[in-house]
């Protein structure tokens, strides 16, 4: 894989550009997102500063999420300029979370992996597969997930996401989705959570695979997902490289 070009077409493809979401729109040198729903995702997606313009195009975001009474999220990654960036929004009143680690793959490389014994993959469409994906979800990363379903539901209905389910029996014990970008060569995987008894069978890797095949069905070459350090060495060995980092920087 050529590393600088993937990410050069990522940033064109993916981040500077407005999709068909009505919620994202270019204002001057930042694409934004401001969700319908309170509850929902709102930030900057991309940006395109100096160092005279940061200062004041910050501001301007924070009047805006402000005005909304909106908590909203700086998508920062490690090659956008100023370089002082990161500084410019800690004193703006941004916390920084967790780094992760933007990975890609060509999903035509990777290897085709199935559940372990007893396991099966379903991909979720109605509304009792949605809440046990929100219930698999809350259990494996804490907190309440209703508002991820409840912004799911429409664009599953479209196809433009997958979400797939891992079943022990009935039981749900993994879940995950892929997101389909058209006019891109870019399906995004996003979740990848497994309720703490069932990890460390397999089950993360054979789902990163399955929706591979997802992916390529539809025509897509590339697969990209932001990995945190528990899911960076599975990925690795599966022929994902990381080609930059990528921290969310949110203010209230």
């Known amino acids: ?129 949605l809440r046990q994906v929100q219930d698999v979800h809350d259990k494996a990363f804490g907190g309440d997930h209703g508002p991820m379903i409840e912004s799911m539901r429409e664009r599953v209905a479209t196809g433009a996401i997958v979400p797939v389910l891992a079943l022990a029996g009935d039981t749900p014990v993994c879940a995950s989705r892929v997101d389909f970008h058209p006019g891109t060569d870019f399906a995004s995987l996003w979740g990848g959570g497994t309720v703490p008894e069932w990890r460390g069978r397999g089950i993360y890797r054979a789902m990163v695979s399955y929706r591979a095949r997802l992916a390529l069905a539809r025509g897509y070459r590339y697969l990209r997902t932001d990995a945190l350090p528990t899911s960076r060495p599975i990925l690795e060995k599966l022929g994902f490289v990381q080609l930059t980092t990528t921290v969310p920087y949110t203010r209230s």
Not at 19 to 37: F, H, K, M, P, T
Not at 48 to 74: H, K, M
Not at 119 to 126: G, I, K, L, N, P
């Open 1 to 129: 894989m050529n590393q600088a070009a993937v990410l050069a077409a990522f940033d064109e493809q993916l981040r500077n550009t407005v999709g068909d979401d009505a919620r994202s729109e270019r204002a001057g040198q930042v694409i934004r997102c401001l969700s319908e729903r309170e509850d929902g995702w709102s930030g900057v997606e991309w940006s395109d500063l100096d160092e005279t313009t940061a200062d004041d195009v910050i501001a301007e975001q924070v009047r805006y999420f402000g005005e909304r009474g909106r908590s909203f999220e700086w998508k920062y990654y490690a090659y956008d300029r100023p370089a002082d960036l990161p500084e410019r929004l800690r004193a703006a009143g941004f916390q920084p979370d967790e780094a992760e680690a933007l990975m890609v793959a060509d999903a035509t490389e990777l290897p085709e992996i199935g559940p372990p014994s007893g396991v099966h993959f379903v991909e979720a469409s109605d509304e009792d597969s």
